[in-house]
């Protein structure tokens, strides 16, 4: 019987597994940190297997940066953590699809690898600006040694993160440590796009260039679909320097721009203002387009003939459509001649427009500022400003109109406030969208000056997991006639739920005995060990949870047989066989619950037997 991995995928051993694949004379074995041997990668001979395509000496056109090497590394490394439920702090536990996760981004991202792998739809992220006063992600991986980490204050007096820090520009990692913190985070959530997911990433100035180069790496150059400016406030600021910036970007990226369906908004009626009827043609209303080709192409130079035998020219450029193709327009109607026959007339019919093809300048109530955004947030916790940089849900609420499935997975693993998460209730309430979300953000304390910390929230989280809850009550006061998924599950990131003896054969000592009766942490529940197999065994977080006592025995069902658990001490053969009778498509046990290897041994024939599609695990 097998025993569960209880850390996250590692990324870089499917990595070496992928080459293995194609090049399997390329694949050696080497010694790992821990004295054992691992598949490894011969780079010489993979070059020679390449030679034609490999890059020698130091010219190429790259962008690098100090950490780099590093930051790559951290993406691919395992960790030992688990995500713990906290049911207290959820809403609709036991039927809601939607995930509210509370840790640092990185390191659950990693955990959302294999659950949610290629199943996300579109991903929102409005990360750092590094403007010098928000802090930057202290990753470990980006810290030389510890005479750095003092000397730049990550940690305070106490050892602990410090986010109040600067990131001023004369340091000589101000870029170095944003381009740090979002690669890693990047390729990782690239593994949870779908193949026409799309990623959208707000940032100002400061970093624009730097991110446009490293999406253009992870994601490929030609993956990039816009890059979206935003107007986000409307009143000019006389203390800038030089100019006073109203303006935003977001780039817009996909995972694979040919899978990506056209974006489009709904049409409004300003948008179809300059249609109309004036020959009552039966397909309806319309309007003049260009018929004129953008480019020069002497085939497309022609005359064409009107019916009173009017010579029309062509335009400098020709027509933008071939003879043959004018001719067969004009059959049609798409094509008319002007009353006068002194020339043609395209018509572009409304009802072939299946929505206004949307600008990369985004501004307007129709996306919203960030005066309203604070408004809105501020009405939200009566009267009280309790986040000071929040983004309109109108921004979000565009770009999730622009994809055609409502029945789509929402990713913001910078979350916030929680805007996104309040822009896809409203979008579902409004549509009767079926949309899910995951927020992730790590529980960065509140000033203890600010609004926020005096009203009782002591950190980010506590403030986005209100917000949604306190914006859920106020859409369906807005729409009494909306049904919507208004809950979500509180996971916290912690460490892992097995202890440490579990994973290392160390120098055992007696004192060591009493402490290794079992190898789960004496402060974890049921609860915290099911999920914990979920995360390792790639199911998603978010679908129906059951539990029941069988024989005295409490037993856990995931999404009615996908994973069936019982962690009991001793279980009886009468629940193994109960559980192998339902026949799930998992099966997980603690590996205590059976006194003896001949009883670990008869489970197994017990499944081979009434079960033998299920795959057995033991914790």
Known sequence: MDKMRMESEDIQRDNVAKIAALFPNCVTEAQGEDGHLKKAINFELLKQMLS??????????????????????????????????????SVNWDTTENLYIEGDNLEVLKLLQESYLGKVKMIYIDPPYNTGHDFVYPDSFIMDNEDYNEGTGYFDEEGNVNYSRENSESSGKYHSDW?????????LARNLLSDDGVIFISIDDNELANLKKICEEIFGEENF???????HTQQSKNDELFFSRQYNHTLVYATNKNNVARFYFERTEEDNKNYSNPDND??????????RSPNYRRTLCFDIVAPNGNIIKAPANGWRWSEESVKEKISTGEIKFKDDYSGIIRKIYLCDQPGRTPENLWEG????????????????????QVFDTPKPIELIKSMIQLLPDNNSLVLDFFSGSATTAHAVMDMNAHDNGQRKFIMVQVAE??????????????????????????AAKKIHEDNPDATFDDGFRVLKLDDTNMKDVYYAAGDYTQEMLPGMESNVKSDRTDLDLFFGCLIDWGLPLSLPYTSETIDDCMVHTYN???????????????????????????AVFRDSSFASSPEKINVGEIFKSLAPDTRVKVI
């Open 365 to 384: 109530n129709r996306f919203g500022t960030t005066r309203q955004a604070a408004s809105m947030i501020k009405d939200l916790f009566d009267g009280i």
């Open 225 to 231: 679909i816009a890059n979206i400016v935003w107007k």
């Open 560 to 586: 009615d047989g996908d994973l069936i658990a019982c962690f009991d001490e001793n279980v009886p053969e009468s629940v193994i066989k109960t559980i192998a009778k339902r026949q799930p498509l998992r």
């Open 445 to 470: 304390p509140c000033a203890e000056n600010s609004a926020a910390y005096k009203a009782g929230y002591k950190n980010i989280c506590e403030i986005g997991k209100e917000r949604i809850r306190r």
């Open 282 to 291: 039966p397909k309806g209303a319309w309007r003049a387009g260009d018929v």
């Open 179 to 187: 381009c740090s913190m979002i690669y890693p985070r990047l390729l």
């Open 52 to 89: 034609d395509s490999v890059i020698d000496g130091d010219e190429a056109y790259e962008f690098t940066w100090v950490g780099k090497k590093a930051s790559i590394v951290e993406a691919n490394r395992p960790i030992r953590k688990t995500l713990r439920p906290v049911k207290e702090d």
